[in-house]
Structures are given as C-alpha cells and as structure tokens.
C-alpha cells in the first residue's frame, strides 16, 4: 500500500489560493490520487481524483508532476466553508486505500 | 434518494453489550464498507463487502462482525462491546470498489460510546 505524507494542519484566510500537498513517494504504476473533504461531524466526501498532470473541476484542481510522487490539491478563493479535514488517497482500489490523519484546514475571516 | 443513512445516529452501551448498527444505501452500490473513526485519525477500514452476501475483513477486523443479505443495507454488529469501540462509525458505498476511481459516498456516521 502507498503511503501518504501531508500536514496535520495549515491556516489560510478568505479569499486566498490554499495548496495542501501530499506525498506518496512508493505510489504504483496503477494507483490513482484521491481527495476527500470532511467537515465536522459529517462523513468524508469526495473532491477530486487523478492519475498524471493537471484535473479541474467545478471545486478544486489537483496537479500531479510526472513522476506522481507527490500531488498538490488547490483551492481557488477559500471561504469559511472550506474549513475540514482534507484527506489524501492512494490506491488500485478502494480496498486498498487508506485515510491517514488529514490535513486539518481553517480558514479565518 | 436519500443516499447513505445509518441507523441509529448515537448509542451508548455498557461493557459487554452488543449491538448492532445498521447501513443503508439506495444507490444500487455492489461494494459497501465499514469505517471507524477516532479522535485526531483518520478512517480505519474494519470490514466491506463486495456484493450481497460476500463480506471480508479490512484494516481493523477484530471485535466486529458484518454481514450482508441485501445488496441495499449492510450490518456491522459488535458481539461484546468494549471502550476501545467507542468511536465513530461511518459506513460507504460505491458502484463498485475494484478501481479507486469509483468515488465512495459516506453516510451521516453514528457516534458509538461505550462505558
């Protein structure tokens, strides 16, 4: 199983660009990157998933480089609500994958 | 459609209690997991499943059981409940499980404590 290294916690304000990046050194030719978001006292919800470059969607964009060791999640313009937990994935499966401690994210006003 | 839901959303036991925590799910998912959570961790996988009446044991099976006789719920009980259980559950669902790009829907969670 890939292991995951990202940091326990970072603090933004609103209206910044917030990157939290995550490594996953020993990542296998078919692992995908997987983020999740979990706000407090809710369960974890998907954002976003890749596998090589640059994904966007209407939440967030991941960017991987080409030697997929690590993978940066960005998120445009953070509001209070963007405050959670950030989970990054790696894995063939869903069985596979594990979530390790996060990323405790606070944006403040 | 309701998604996940879990039943029952808090519960409190006494050692050497069981119960049993319910998982339902409307999507027609084939794989359903089990999670805890606790203080400062991440989800731990206990059990999943990969279809109706298949269960297999995760990262952290011991001291639960599962089964699976619909494909919609999925049922994790705890035969003698301990304080190392008192944690939060959290069940998942996906389409299928054997590509991480099958996104996985978490359910509310139930807050289990047990004295």
């Known amino acids: 199983l890939a292991k995951t290294t990202q940091p326990i916690s970072m603090d933004s304000y609103e209206g910044q660009e917030v990157n939290i990046t995550c490594s996953h050194n020993?990542?296998?030719?078919?692992?995908?990157i997987t983020w999740y978001q979990q706000f407090p006292s809710q369960g974890p919800r998907f954002i976003i998933q890749g596998y090589k470059t640059k994904v966007t969607n209407e939440v967030a964009s991941l960017f991987i480089p080409a030697d997929r060791k690590s993978s940066t999640l960005s998120l445009p313009r953070v509001s209070l609500s963007d405050t959670a937990v950030y989970y990054c994935l790696v894995g063939p499966n869903n069985n596979d994958m594990r979530f390790g401690a996060g990323t405790r994210l606070t944006v403040k006003p | 459609n309701a998604g996940v839901t879990q039943t029952p959303k808090f519960r409190v036991l006494k050692t050497g209690q069981s119960m049993t925590l319910l998982c339902a799910q409307d999507m027609n998912h084939e794989y359903m997991y089990w999670y805890r959570q606790d203080p400062g961790m991440g989800l731990r996988l206990i059990h999943y499943s990969v279809g109706e009446g298949t269960t297999a044991k995760g990262e952290v099976p011991d001291g639960y059981n599962v089964s699976r006789l619909k494909k919609q719920n999925f049922l994790l009980g705890l035969e003698s409940a301990a304080p190392s259980q008192t944690s939060v559950y959290f069940c998942a669902s996906s389409y299928t499980g054997l590509l991480s790009t099958d996104t996985q829907y978490f359910g509310p969670g139930t807050r289990l404590t047990v004295l």
């Open positions: 020993n990542i296998a030719t078919n692992d995908y």
